[in-house]
């Protein structure tokens, strides 16, 4: 099938991946009056007295808005906020489908970070969480690190952190197979956009053995007077050896390869030059840093891609749905990295010793035993962390009305 081809005639006949049903019956004039007005005066007298109320009588709790500026849409970069309208609904829809969670995607006219922050906040009374999608670098940082400290619900960049924790849930399962350890491995990350230093930021986090990053000008070196913002002060936490040089330079004698750049940087011979049993994931879609084929050829223990026709796809769907389903069940006023690294750890646990092979580290994106896992994981770390508000883990009703 050419899925392009085909998705862009599906796009026609569909006009839209989502759509907004009524919970509620409006066929009487009783019901009438108890969905709208006069009944409804009720639960805005109490919401006013109470703000917190909106939580339990309104859809608030269960909703989310996928909030672009258009600017690093896919592999496409900036082509606007209109045009990022496609992928915004396709994650809501698999926000409903994975994790029962109401989602609206919301595309922003602005690249401004104190136009972008200040609509966010202005709309954030009506939802229950923040999800940022497809804001470029380095903007995307200072508006979700902003978002954070003044909203008091959950704010979460999906291109930085649920990339993180699915890369991470992979790392772990790859090392099994390989019998290494994270904190004797040297792990190197081509691209320094949000995705790159997001995974580095966890990484270290996770303890991991040492880090070099890598940008289209070569190796990321701390106290570097060219790098500004936030790959200088990754750079001075990374790279513990201050090596220097180009991503060739950075291979020689690495225990893993994270991509997340772009096509075709990535040579047989440059696997080669990295330790036995080395792990491979060339994220970059639509064509990967190295081919699966070639990775395997030169000696890759285990790969894996951004690409649902490969195994091992690599992909955020594994997070974000039930991440959001977790914090929105015991509402959460942030997700931390306990929460995070929950959700790696309950994705990485799917995929059980027996089943753990080199072409099978990460269970399908419609395992819908991860995303349940994920959301179990996430709300036990807020409860265990003091990041929750509610203790019951959710609406038990909502829960399984949404299959979760």
Not at 282 to 305: F, H, K, Q, Y
Request: hydrophobic share 45%.
């Amino acid at each position: 099938m050419n899925y392009r081809e085909e998705s862009l005639k599906k796009h026609a006949e569909w006009r839209g991946k989502i759509e907004i049903v009524p919970r509620v019956e409006v066929d009487s004039r009783e019901k009438l009056s108890l969905a709208y007005t006069p009944g409804v005066a009720e639960p805005c007298l109490a919401i006013q007295k109470d703000v917190d109320k909106s939580f339990e009588l309104t859809r608030r709790w269960n909703t989310v808005p996928v909030i672009t500026d258009g600017t690093a849409v896919l592999g496409l970069g900036d082509i606007g906020p209109e045009a990022g309208m496609p992928v915004m609904e396709g994650k809501c829809a698999l926000f409903k489908a994975f994790g029962g969670v109401d989602a609206i995607p919301l595309c922003i006219r602005s690249k401004d970070p104190d136009e972008i922050v200040r609509t966010v906040e202005l709309l954030a009374g009506s939802f229950g969480g923040i999800n940022l999608e497809d804001i470029a670098a380095p903007r995307c940082f200072e508006i979700e690190r902003r978002l954070i400290e003044d909203l008091d619900i959950p704010v979460f960049h999906d291109d930085q952190h649920g990339t993180a924790v699915v890369t991470a849930a992979a790392l772990l399962n790859a090392l099994k197979l390989v019998g290494k350890k994270i904190e004797n491995i040297r792990i190197v990350i081509n691209g320094a956009g949000a995705a790159g230093i997001a995974i580095a930021e966890f990484l270290l986090k996770m303890k991991a053995g040492d880090i070099i990053l890598c940008d289209r000008k070569g190796i990321l070196c701390g106290g570097d007077p060219k790098l500004t913002g936030a790959k200088a002060e990754i750079a001075l936490r990374t790279n513990r050896d201050r090596r220097t040089g180009l991503l060739a330079d950075a291979m020689r004698l690495a225990d893993v390869f994270i991509g997340v750049s772009g096509p075709n940087c990535v040579t047989k011979e440059m696997v080669r030059s990295m330790r036995k049993d080395a792990i491979v994931f060339a994220c970059a879609n639509p064509t990967p840093e190295i081919s699966r084929e070639d990775a395997l050829e030169a000696g890759a223990a285990v790969v894996g891609t951004g690409s649902s026709e490969k195994p091992n796809q690599i992909n955020n769907v594994l997070v974000f749905p039930g991440l959001f389903r977790g914090a929105l069940d015991v509402r959460a006023k942030k997700i931390d990295f306990e929460m995070m690294y929950a959700a790696s750890q309950a994705i990485a646990s799917c995929v059980g010793e027996s089943e753990l092979s080199a072409d099978y580290i990460l269970p399908y994106a419609y395992d819908r035993r991860a995303h349940e896992a994920v959301a179990a994981a996430v709300a036990e770390a807020a409860r265990r962390t003091g990041v929750a508000r509610r203790e019951n883990g959710g609406d038990p009703v909502a829960a399984k009305e949404n299959g979760v």
